[in-house]
């Protein structure tokens, strides 16, 4: 004789799983549109007069960065602070319109990119990060093992490569400069893993339409920025320039 209580608990737990699902492509699907207005609004500035309000011409001929292209690269750094802030105050519609405006800009700052390297050495590493990172989120997303101790400690390798990057723009150092790339596709791909199962622990089954939203744009946010730098990490050491 079947058990009710058996039939009642497999069928919360299959409500349970499908409802996490949902959530999880919620996740991708805001990161992946996040990714898309990145790759839009860096190839239309790249491509069009534009990118040449991002470079200065001093009087002995050497290429600069404009005052532009400087707000371009910290504005996304800005713009973290205003997610967290608006994350937990504001409306889902002003979350929603951070998370666009954050990938926009970083689209912004990432324009130069399209011009120092050639656009098959960018097309050819974008299908390398995309394997690498499905690979992870993947394991992340399957693994029973507890991943907190390997994120507190590429969190914290994190901070190192932050520091060391911030002392190699005065020691120009291109040793350090290729060092730190390859630490940092060691970070990214571990915080990869490490944050997707962060994302899926998060979900609760009795959370509102609002709330999950919300939680869904700021696992999107996390794992955008783990894919964003992974790109660049791989680029800087196996892209072509031109």
């Known amino acids: 004789m079947i058990n009710s209580r058996n039939i009642a608990q ?5 409500y349970v799983d499908q409802g996490l699902r949902q959530y999880m492509l919620k996740v991708y699907n805001y990161m992946a549109g996040g990714l898309c207005a990145t790759a839009l609004v860096a190839y239309l500035i790249a491509n069009t007069s534009a990118i040449k309000l991002f470079f200065t011409l001093s009087a002995n001929g050497t290429i600069g960065m404009s005052g532009l292209a400087w707000l371009a690269l910290l504005a996304p750094f800005i713009m973290i602070f205003a997610f967290n802030w608006v994350i937990n105050r504001g409306t889902l519609a002003q979350v929603q319109g951070v998370y666009w405006g954050y990938a926009a800009l970083m ?7 399209f011009i120092a390297y050639t656009g098959s050495s960018v097309t050819r590493i974008f299908l390398i990060t995309a394997a690498m990172f499905g690979g992870m989120s993947i394991y992340g997303y399957t693994t029973r093992k507890d991943l907190t101790s390997m994120g507190s400690f590429m969190m914290m390798g994190l901070w190192g490569i932050i520091i060391a990057m911030i002392v190699n723009i005065f020691l120009k150092s291109p040793g350090l400069y290729y060092a730190l790339s390859i630490l940092s596709v060691i970070v990214f791909t571990g915080l990869t893993a ?4 962060k994302i899926r622990a998060i979900y609760a089954e009795g959370d509102t339409t609002d709330m999950s939203s919300r939680k869904a744009i700021s696992g999107a946010l996390a794992l955008y920025m783990d894919f964003i730098n992974l790109f660049l990490a791989l680029l800087r050491l196996f892209g072509d320039r031109r």
């Open 10 to 14: 497999a069928s919360a737990q299959a």
């Open 194 to 197: 490490y944050d997707t199962q």
């Open 107 to 113: 689209g912004a700052a990432l324009a130069p990119v």
